[in-house]
């Protein structure tokens, strides 16, 4: 059996990596560091971050400096993903596990390309309502975070280390018994509610009430679950229920991360949600009419506002 896990790092320090580094730092501020480069690695250094209010001078080391570590937790927007990849080279050891909680549907597979699977397990993070302005960051909400192999019959060692560092931190965290189900529900989530919500400036409380939100949302979740038909992922109508159920639960004043990119003039994911989307759509024979829309309006934005990474 393994020793658990004593040392996490984190790269990406925006509202998921800085809500859950905060955590972490609360159970023991040693076992916890960001890896960040350039201006990011100053900036972070200089301001730390701040979590509903309270500042955390968690570590900072640049690529260079990162050791290995137990447990390395990738954070980051989609379009940074490929140089995360190359900045966390040093953190990845032999007893090294990589959990990604990033948005979509490939993230795993693009670091197990490079690091192996063997050092992968899959996540995501679903309901928290985490809200970052600067180096601020507030959530209400803490969600949970679904991890694990690709099924989960019974704990591997691995997952049953993360599990073990999640019960001490405090981290609300769920082992499906199918990862890559749960995923494509998050993607269809993500498709619907980021989206829609980037698009029309909705909160959470927008979605929940308004007509012509939950038509968009839905009319663009109906294409990714038309998708996982296509791909034999079990995916129905009954997730879109689910869906609403979590977004009971979520502050109404609470925004989706693309809404949030959009207000604050950043490049969105839309490359990653509808792009991929109409890309699963021509490879399958999927119509993706209202992705397209999305897809189009969304760059539109981005282009009007200068938006930028």
Known sequence: ???????????????????????????????????????????????????????????????????????????VKHYHLDQAIAEMKNAVGPQTTVLSVMNGIDSEERIGAVY?????????????????????????????IFFGEAKNPAMTERVRRIHEL???????????????????????????????????????GTLRTSPEARELMDSAMREVIALAGALKVDLSEKDIGEWYR?????????????????????????EMFAGTVIELGKRHGVATPVNRRLYDELRRIEASSGATA
């Not at 699977?117 to 180096?135: F, P």
């Not at 977004?247 to 994911?269: C, H, N, P, W, Y």
Request: aromatic fraction near 8%; charged fraction near 20%; proline fraction near 4%.
């Open 166 to 204: 999640f019960d001490r931190a405090g981290i609300a965290h769920v082992i499906p018994p199918d990862m890559i189900r749960s995923l494509w529900f998050k993607f269809m989530v993500n498709v619907g509610a980021n989206q829609a919500s980037a698009v029309l400036r909705a909160n959470y």
């Open 246 to 270: 979590v977004l009971e639960g979520l502050d109404a004043q609470g925004k989706t991360s693309m809404f949030q990119d959009v207000e604050a003039g950043r490049k969105t994911e839309v």
């Open 1 to 75: 059996m393994q020793p658990s896990i004593e040392t996490i790092a984190i790269i990406g320090a925006g509202a998921l990596g800085a809500a859950y580094g905060s955590i972490l730092y609360e159970m023991d501020p040693k076992c916890v560091c960001f890896i960040a480069g350039g201006a990011r690695h100053e900036k972070l250094k200089r301001d730390g971050v701040v979590v509903n209010g309270k500042p955390y001078a968690i570590a900072v080391v640049s690529p260079e400096e990162a050791a290995p570590a137990d447990l390395l937790i990738v954070a």
């Open 116 to 144: 192996g699977m063997d050092k992968v397990v899959y996540g995501l993070t679903l309901g928290i309502d985490a809200v970052r302005e600067g180096s601020r960051v507030t959530y209400t909400n803490q969600g949970r």
